[in-house]
């Protein structure tokens, strides 16, 4: 049966007029509330009132208006049940064929750094999810649209079917509306749980699937990847996605991020193995990272913090690469790559990259999971002048390495050590036991690609417990080191950096990664 009758009342107005002059064209009757009925009288539309539809006036600042039964009867009554019919008859409820709903952005006051409990509560919606949840229920009859993206479908299928929906689509729609409206109730629990004097009483997650992935950690580990992935990160070609690559893609983009200078930064299971940075030429910056691990880079991620050239394509397209992360390709860059089919290509989407990057992070944990602040700044970089803790005071171009190696030791798994120049990495050392032991490796490293330590800063992602990961640095050739300082043994390691005249920084904050 052809849609009679429509409720609009939405929140995100986009794509509404054309939408509401689709279903004029169809002869359908438009109820709306509020700023929904201002919008579409102002287009020139013909739209009953909520409050005239039910007889009920807007109540307590309009947080009552559609409650009525008039409304949800005329959603939730059945009609193909007679009694059902009757009943609607009876007390004046005419059916409502479609509902049109997006709801009270909640998700993005929130948001806000200075919202207010009050502002936070008055916008949570009551009366929208109320008739999503009606019109979802008895999507037998009843079509129902929450997401603007959807506006087209449903004209074009009222379209195919003389003023009517299918079946299918009505389905699918209703099951859309229970995930927005469980991800809406999810977000108002967990800012609740925690606002003010919150307890973090409960964290709920509810988000919808975004893809299946390749596999996990093993090709035997199936895994797939729910919420706003592929809004954030958009794969331009290669194969699909698996774990270890959605792993690699955050990490990547998590380094990046720290450096403003055109940067190219090189990782293998998330750790970074080389960096370098250039202001004139992307491909510069890569021969600075390449050269700190020639061999890193088969199979390894490839990251930029600009569009990747044409010049640059070149370079790295004879090496075997899983993923190249950027936010665009220069097209001729995009022809070069393109050759490579199973190369994926993944363009950063910055804005919504910005959006969710200092999210928590979340792990599971036996019987249940943990939920951790992200580690999305490196601290104690300001006034580094004034942390020095050694006679020696760092110069300016040590300073700038401390700078550069600081923010690259932040990303390395710990225990993590970091040599570095001012604008490259020449020696990383990784996940050891004991920190002497990353230091000792980074210098190894350092020395099979040929790279000279002498002049290099040290960079520690914790304390140093003790004197001998200094001593490994000192005897090869780095003059400075920053590290957050903090251990029983701090003047140990500072008499020793004094008797070898090199300058150390503490900067009071760790940036160690499990």
């Known amino acids: 049966m052809a849609i009679q009758r429509a409720l609009l009342s939405v929140s995100d107005k986009s794509g509404l007029v054309d939408f509401a002059k689709g279903l004029d064209k169809h002869g359908i009757e438009l ?12 287009a020139g539309l013909t739209v009953i009132d909520v409050s005239e539809f039910t007889g009920a006036p807007e109540l307590f600042e309009g947080r009552v208006k559609t409650l009525h039964p008039k409304v949800h009867g005329g959603l939730l009554h059945k009609r193909d049940d007679e009694e059902h019919l009757k009943q609607a008859k009876d007390h004046d ?13 909640f998700e993005e006051t929130v948001a806000k750094e200075d919202v207010t409990l009050e502002e936070a509560i008055e916008n949570i919606d009551i009366g929208g999810p109320s008739m999503l949840r009606s019109a979802a229920k008895n999507y037998k009859s009843v079509t129902v649209v929450t997401d603007p993206k959807d506006y087209d479908r449903v004209l074009a299928e009222m379209d195919e079917h003389d003023g009517d929906t299918s079946h299918k689509l009505r389905e699918e729609l209703a099951l859309k509306v229970f995930l927005r409206t469980s991800t809406y109730d999810t977000a108002i629990t967990n800012y609740l749980s925690q606002a003010g004097e ?17 596999y996990g950690d093993n090709p035997h580990q199936p895994t797939a990847l729910y919420g706003d992935f ?23 983009s998590e380094l990046i991020t720290d450096f403003v200078r055109p940067t190219v930064g090189i990782l293998k299971h998330t750790n970074p193995c080389g960096l370098g940075q250039h202001d004139d030429d992307l491909r510069k910056a890569w021969q ?12 390894g991620v490839i990251v930029v913090n600009r569009p990747l050239t044409e010049g640059l394509a070149r370079i790295i397209s004879s090496i075997f690469t899983d993923v190249i992360i950027a936010p665009d390709f220069e097209p001729e860059a995009r022809a070069i790559l393109q050759k490579k089919k199973n190369l994926r290509l993944i363009k950063v ?3 919504a990259w910005e959006a969710v990057r200092k999210d928590p992070v979340i792990r599971s944990a036996p019987g249940g999971l943990m939920v951790m602040g992200r580690d999305h700044t490196a601290l104690g970089l300001d006034n580094i002048e004034e942390r020095v803790v050694t006679k020696r005071p760092p110069t300016q171009d040590e300073i700038r390495a401390m700078r550069f190696g600081w923010r690259v030791v932040k990303h390395v798994k710990s225990n993590a050590i970091v040599y570095s120049g001012m604008d490259r990495t020449l020696g990383i050392g990784a996940g050891q036991m004991s920190r002497v032991d990353s230091s000792r ?20 992602d914790a304390m140093l417990p ?49």
């Open 93 to 105: 409820i005419p059916p409502i064929d479609l509902v049109v709903v997006n709801l009270y952005p």
């Open 441 to 460: 490796i980074a210098v190894w490293k350092a020395n099979e690609a040929g790279l000279s330590l002498k002049g290099s800063i040290m960079a520690s």
């Open 288 to 299: 600075l990272a390449y050269e700190t691990d020639t061999q890193a880079p088969f199979g």
């Open 349 to 351: 989407n910055s804005d």
């Open 198 to 214: 919150g307890t973090r009483s409960h964290f709920v997650i509810s988000l919808p699937l975004d893809q299946e992935l390749r």
């Open 466 to 514: 003790f004197a001998d990961g200094l001593n490994a640095a000192i005897e090869a050739g780095a003059t400075a080191c920053i590290q957050p300082g903090g251990s029983i043994r701090d003047e140990e390691v500072i008499a020793a950096a004094d008797a070898a005249g090199i300058a150390m920084v503490f900067t009071g904050h760790r940036h160690f990664k499990h």
């Open 230 to 252: 592929s809004n954030v990160f958009t794969q331009l070609q290669g194969k699909e996605l698996s774990y270890t690559n959605v792993i690699d893609i955050e990490a990547a």
């Open 31 to 42: 109820l709306s509330t509020g700023g929904t009925s201002k919008t579409l009288r102002e």
